[in-house]
């Protein structure tokens, strides 16, 4: 049985604008709530070739968890209660999967999975690095940039 990873939008945006959306379909089923779907309906994210499933909660947002967006909020709730691994590429909302002891994993760990797994060599893994601190709206420090590259170049990239 696969595992379930529940993505925010964050790294759905973001790995669709370095071309690498397709890697989330390695990491298990992908669970997308309605409310991170609903964020990216006004967006220019296109996640139409993306496999996935949509799952809607019924929380009061602010009671849950206030100091996050409803789609970083749904997705952390379903994570919970399904066991599954939250995808963020928001500080906040990584910190607080760490405190509630839920596996969190952003763009780069995605991207770090692919590679792990053999669907990018070390060449096109650490391009798509580069592209998701260039050209896309995530930040991204140098190092932690430098850090994930020596991951692959070391061979010790993955979950």
């Not at 780069?108 to 990018?120: F, H, M």
Request: net charge negative.
């Amino acid at each position: 049985m696969s595992r379930l990873v529940v993505a925010d939008a964050g790294p759905l945006i973001h790995l669709e604008q370095a071309d690498a959306l397709s890697l989330l379909e390695l990491t298990g089923e992908v669970l997308v709530p309605k409310t991170v779907l609903d964020e990216l309906q006004d967006g220019p994210t296109n996640v139409s070739k993306l496999d996935f499933s949509v799952e809607q909660t019924e929380i009061d947002f602010d009671a849950v968890y206030p100091h996050l967006d409803p789609g970083e909020t749904a997705a952390l709730v379903i994570s919970a209660e399904h066991n599954g691994i939250f995808l963020t590429d928001d500080m906040d909302a990584r910190n607080t999967a760490n405190e509630e002891g839920i596996e969190v994993h952003g763009s780069v760990g995605v991207v770090l999975y692919g590679y792990s797994e053999g669907a990018l060599t070390a060449e096109t893994a650490k391009q798509t690095l580069r592209e998701l601190e260039q050209d896309t709206s995530l930040y991204l420090s140098t190092p932690l940039i430098k850090h994930a590259i020596e991951l692959v170049e070391s061979d010790d990239a993955g979950w």
